[in-house]
């Protein structure tokens, strides 16, 4: 299966350690796993390493920030359509709010039919 991963930034953390687990656990089993990913300041892991190791790309769209910008959301909301349209995705899986909220919209408008989102951490914590 054809399966992007999105999460608004791979930062040393829970979310981009899980993001990154399943993305290589998903590739090892024969399933073509992308990581879309924002804005990084400080990687869970060098993503050229990880991309060589594990077998999944990782694509940074650099409009898809944390903060709430309409100009950069429609950006990024542009961007990632276009991605999930190119790349004709089985399963569209976000993670982290802003990815959540942009990605799963352009998976929709896209005719994704598989479309999930998981949480992570606590939105009054950190």
Same mark, same amino acid.
């Given at each position: 299966? *054809?399966?992007?991963?999105?999460?608004? *930034?791979? +930062?040393?953390?829970?979310?981009?350690?899980?993001?990154?687990? &399943?993305? %290589?656990?998903?590739?090892?089993?024969?399933?073509?796993? =992308?990581?879309?990913?924002?804005?990084?300041?400080? !990687?869970?892991? +060098?993503?050229? @390493?990880?991309?060589?190791?594990?077998?999944? !790309?990782?694509?940074? &769209? !650099?409009?898809?920030?944390?903060?709430?910008? !309409?100009?950069? +959301?429609?950006?990024?909301?542009?961007?990632?359509?276009?991605?999930?349209?190119? %790349?004709? #995705?089985?399963?569209? $899986?976000? $993670?982290?709010?802003?990815?959540?909220?942009? @990605? *799963?919209?352009? #998976?929709?408008?896209? @005719?994704? =039919?598989?479309?999930?989102?998981?949480?992570?951490?606590?939105?009054?914590?950190?």
């Amino acid at each position: 299966m *054809r399966i992007l991963h999105i999460i608004t *930034r791979l +930062d040393r953390g829970g979310s981009a350690e899980a993001v990154m687990q &399943i993305g %290589e656990r998903l590739s090892r089993k024969g399933h073509e796993i =992308k990581i879309i990913t924002g804005l990084t300041e400080d !990687p869970q892991e +060098d993503f050229e @390493g990880y991309t060589k190791r594990a077998k999944v !790309p990782i694509m940074v &769209i !650099p409009e898809l920030r944390r903060e709430v910008n !309409p100009f950069l +959301d429609l950006s990024a909301f542009c961007r990632l359509y276009r991605l999930i349209r190119k %790349e004709n #995705a089985e399963i569209v $899986h976000t $993670h982290t709010s802003k990815a959540g909220i942009l @990605g *799963r919209w352009a #998976a929709w408008c896209c @005719g994704v =039919k598989v479309i999930i989102h998981s949480t992570h951490g606590h939105v009054f914590y950190g």
